[in-house]
């Protein structure tokens, strides 16, 4: 099935009789609400409706951002997960992405809020994906997580952000002590959201976790202080959408940030595209982070395959 499509359908599902002008109201106030309250603590959803917006309007883009992130990981080494934790798993749309990559057993999703995890148990249940339907969902905060359980595979999407910095950092040092394998961090792709991502980096660096991607080194972030490294996927926009964002773009550029840590070390690729490659009569500019920092590549038609590959390239992708 097409990426994104069991979302898809079972989101259809769910919403057949829905009053659009009731989500229309909630998404607004979800998105300002966001916005007023970021790493608060505070809590934004509270009834299914809301919920059903919060599905609405955003699980399509970070469901995007998750699975373009699986894709970055897994072209440095092909990840298998039997088990997933997926944490502030909101209405599941990173175990979507995940599953949609990957076959796994045993899937658990921890969530605070109980309509969250009402409406994604009902997207599950509408899929036929036996492991969506059998996953585990628990209802409770990320500060009295079992440490003692691991798993394969942990992600957490756009949740960190939710997170005070004191939260996020314990937060983030008990996942990785459950982590088996990869642990995922998605967060969104502002000056902030990078932010969190880089302190964590440094902080699980030091307690000898590797990367995975998407930096090509373990080094210090060569980014400057007044930029942020972050990555665009593009996502359709349903009828529904449109009607609950507003305007008729077909699609969106949802903008993300995100770091793999492994207990492995992995082969890193020389080069992380930064910027959209500027082509210019014979040539192909690169911004790309490498070993050596922030690096400008120019490829020249004369170097016949490196330019025929440099020519598919886009911001976010490896080179070598
Ligand atoms: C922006 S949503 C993201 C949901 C989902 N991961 C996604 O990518 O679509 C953040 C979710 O984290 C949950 N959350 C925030 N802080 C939490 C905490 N301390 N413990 C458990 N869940 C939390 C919120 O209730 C919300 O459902």
């Not at 175990?95 to 990957?102: E, G, K, N, Q, S």
């Not at 210090?220 to 996502?235: G, S, T």
């Amino acid at each position: 099935m097409a990426q994104s499509e069991r979302l898809n359908n079972a989101f259809n599902k769910l919403i057949t009789d829905e009053d659009t002008n009731l989500m229309q109201k909630n998404a607004r106030q979800i998105s300002e609400d966001y916005r007023n309250s970021i790493g608060s603590n505070k809590r934004i959803v509270n009834d299914e409706n809301q919920a059903k917006a919060y599905a609405a309007s955003r699980m399509r883009a970070t469901y995007q951002a998750v699975y373009d992130s699986l894709k970055y990981i897994n072209k440095i080494s092909c990840l298998n997960a039997d088990s997933l934790l997926d944490v502030g798993a909101g209405t599941g749309a990173s175990v979507f992405a995940c599953t949609d990559l990957m076959i796994i057993k045993d899937i658990v999703l921890i969530e605070r809020e109980e309509s969250m995890i009402s409406i994604g148990k009902k997207l599950f249940s509408l899929t036929d994906d036996n492991s969506l339907v059998k996953a585990k969902w628990i209802k409770g905060t990320l500060q009295d997580i079992d440490v003692n359980s691991k798993y394969d595979l942990i992600t957490a999407s756009y949740v960190m952000n939710e997170l005070n910095d004191e939260d996020r950092i314990s937060i983030a040092l008990k996942l990785w002590e459950m982590t088996k394998d990869t642990l995922l961090i998605v967060e969104p792709g502002t000056p902030k959201g990078y932010r969190n991502i880089i302190d964590l980096r440094d902080i699980l660096l030091s307690k000898g976790a590797y990367i995975t991607a998407p930096c090509p080194h373990m080094d210090k972030c060569p980014i400057e202080e007044d930029d942020w490294c972050h990555f665009y996927c593009r996502v359709e926009r349903t009828k529904l959408h449109k009607q609950l964002k507003g305007g008729e773009a077909p699609f969106e550029d949802e903008k993300y940030s995100f770091i793999a840590f492994s207990r492995k070390e992995k082969q890193l690729p020389v080069y992380r595209i930064l910027r959209h490659p500027k082509t210019s009569k014979g040539h192909i500019k690169l911004t790309a982070c490498s070993k050596q920092g922030i690096v400008g590549i120019t490829v020249s038609k004369r170097e016949k395959e490196r330019y025929k590959d440099a020519k598919k390239l886009k911001a976010g992708d490896d080179f070598y």
